[in-house]
């Protein structure tokens, strides 16, 4: 490519860390950059990025740490020596649902960045509350209660708006920062999702919300393709409608739309050309499904400090246990997911347990993880005569399903379909390491059964591919066991890039957003240049006869078993009956 030739930058304004990736038209990446909250922040008391009151199960960020880690990103990459001149298109992606609060002089200071200084120097003071609720926040129980009940029931709510009410989606935590803090959001004059403020600091100006991260508030109806009124008389509290619509503001529905060209101080302290355009930042699930033209039947799998699992479907098919939202670049087309709040940060604790009791930290740390979980015998079974074990372990309150924190062991006979709480004849934590990674994927293949389609050739339903991305994509062990349990007519595959799909799909946005043709889809302009044999690599096996349907036949205990701890937190007071 010509040394002048145009690059795109994807930012990944992640949990743990902002990313940035600078690809070029061919789509390979030519620069990378991180910034990792916890190791290279500074001044933040932070732990994973985060920080808790758990008193009150709230979890946030400040949102200063996010400026500094902004600077940090782009002097890493001009210390990589990436020419900022030739960066034509910027788009990003955001931790879904957090929330960013601005003051009454955020759009002041925006517009009069100066270039001598640091964004975190000169914005620290454009925020009405320095903190953004994080996804893992489940103080909103309340307001949960009152979003399900506000259109009849959940079911009514998902199908308005792709999901039931959920404690991180931010309709229900913007009413309970009415609640909360009235006098702060009194003062509040904008509010941004995470995506809508990474774009909003490239424009020097509040950048509107995505058409897809929007589905992720519990506000926006999906078939409509508006606000819906109730729901925001509802989250308003005890102030206006019509002022919570002024500081929502409205929402475009191009994904690739030019919001603008990137600010002056950019130009300035990086030399960005002036024509630098902004284009939407999305969600980083939505971002993610972007990293490849992913087909209607394939399913991906992020392993990031959340699990979520992914699919792009024509089909709009809400239900309380999972998600739609709108697809971040083509109409016509929805994205389904499940978000799993114990990820990474789970499967870790097994990780260190069994570390600890072998009395060894190996260089890698995931070795001994790994080799324990490949070991044993899928769902612990010695021989096909022995119950099957299955468990729950979840070190924070889990999202699907909504139960507390705890952890539950339990045997399943699947010939006489006996589910039996116990820890007899678990060997603690050595038999957890394959039932961790067993536990969250057969909770996938629960609920993305309806989805999946027939490939024919007398083979069951499942995906054609499954694709795994983000940083636990590099774990060979859980990809040999996402391939026995989801199945995968072609097999499992990683992509490249590993853990910075997102921010790939991020900089593709970009780069669609700038290049594309009149009417062009996504899928039509990615497609074109995609490399296969380059991109991608197949790490595993998919569908195997036997072991498939012996997942299957674990799949309805599991349900049972989530079914039997739901009831009990339930007796206790605990969580919720779904
Ligand atoms: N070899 C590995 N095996 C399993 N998990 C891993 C491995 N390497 C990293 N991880 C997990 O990846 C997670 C971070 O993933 P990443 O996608 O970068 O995070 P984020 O969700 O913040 O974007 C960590 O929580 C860690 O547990
Ligand atoms: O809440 C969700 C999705 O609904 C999470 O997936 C967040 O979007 C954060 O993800 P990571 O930081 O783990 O990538």
């Known amino acids: ?108 200071l925006l ?52 999901s039931k009410a959920h404690h991180r989606f931010t309709g229900p935590q913007i009413l309970r920062f009415t609640r ?59 102030f206006g409608v019509e002022d919570l619509k ?61 699990t979520t699992f992914l699919m792009s479907t024509p089909s709009y098919k809400p239900d309380p246990a999972t998600h739609f939202f709108n697809h971040p670049t083509t109409p016509g087309l929805y994205m389904f997911m499940l978000c799993y709040k114990n990820g990474g940060l789970a499967r870790e604790h097994v990780r260190d347990a069994i570390n600890e009791s072998l009395k060894d930290t190996p260089a890698q740390p995931w070795a001994n993880f790994d080799k324990v979980a490949l070991q044993t015998a899928p769902l612990g079974q010695q021989s096909p005569t022995d119950p099957m074990k299955m468990g729950l372990f979840f070190p924070r309150h889990e999202i699907v399903p909504n139960i507390p924190k705890g952890q539950w062991r339990f045997t399943y006979d699947a010939n006489t379909g006996n589910l039996k709480e116990t820890t007899d004849g678990w060997n603690s934590p050595q038999d957890e390491a394959r039932a961790i990674i067993e536990s969250q994927l057969l909770s996938c293949r629960l609920r993305s059964r309806d989805l999946t389609e027939n490939p024919g050739g007398g083979l069951p339903s499942q995906p054609r591919r499954v694709y795994l991305v983000g940083g636990g994509s590099k774990n060979k062990a859980i990809a040999k066991i996402a391939g026995e349990i989801l199945g995968g007519v072609e097999g499992v595959y990683s992509l490249d ?55 299957g036949q674990a799949v309805e205990g599991f349900e049972k078993m989530e079914l039997q701890v739901l009831q009990q937190v339930a007796e206790k007071g605990d969580g919720d009956d779904y």
């Open 497 to 551: 890039v590993g853990d910075n799909a997102c921010a790939l799909g991020a900089a593709y946005k970009a780069v669609w957003g700038i290049e594309r043709q009149p009417g062009q889809t996504f899928e039509d302009l990615i497609g074109q240049r995609w490399n296969e044999a380059e991109f991608i690599e197949k790490i595993a096996d998919g569908y195997q006869k036997g072991i498939f349907e012996q997942y």
């Open 180 to 238: 909360k803090h009235p006098d702060v959001y009194k003062k509040t004059s904008r509010i941004s999702l995470v995506s809508s403020f990474l774009a909003s600091l490239f424009l020097g100006h509040i950048a509107p919300f995505d058409i897809s991260d929007v589905c992720g508030m519990n506000l926006w109806n999906i078939k409509k393709g508006a606000y819906d009124e109730g729901l925001i008389q509802l989250c308003s509290g005890a």
């Open 246 to 306: 002024q500081k929502l503001g409205e929402v475009p529905e191009d994904g690739g739309l030019h919001l603008g060209s990137v600010h002056a101080y950019f130009v300035e302290r990086f030399g960005f050309s002036p024509d630098c355009t902004v284009i939407p930042a999305t969600g980083d699930n939505p971002a993610t499904i972007l990293a490849l033209p992913l087909l209607p039947s394939d399913a991906m799998v992020s392993l990031g400090t959340s």
């Open 1 to 108: 490519m010509a040394s002048d030739s145009p690059l795109y930058i994807g930012f990944d304004l992640s949990t743990q860390q902002l990313k940035g990736l600078v690809v070029n038209s061919d789509l390979k990446v030519v620069h990378a950059a991180k910034f990792d909250f916890d190791a290279d922040s500074k001044g933040f008391p932070i732990k994973k990025g985060v920080l808790n009151n758990e008193a009150e199960h709230e979890v946030f960020a400040p949102v200063a740490l996010w400026l500094q880690a902004l600077d940090g990103v782009l002097e890493t990459l001009r210390k990589e020596g990436l020419d900022f001149r030739r960066v034509k298109g910027i788009s990003g992606a955001g931790q879904q649902h957090g929330s960013v609060y601005w003051g009454q002089n955020a759009e002041s």
């Open 111 to 162: 517009r009069n960045l100066d270039s001598s200084k640091s964004l975190e120097e000169q914005l620290e003071g454009a925020f009405s509350h320095p903190y953004s609720p994080n996804w893992q926040d489940s103080s909103t129980q309340n307001e949960c209660d009152e979003f399900d009940a506000a259109l009849g029931d959940r079911k009514h709510l998902a199908q308005a708006t792709g």
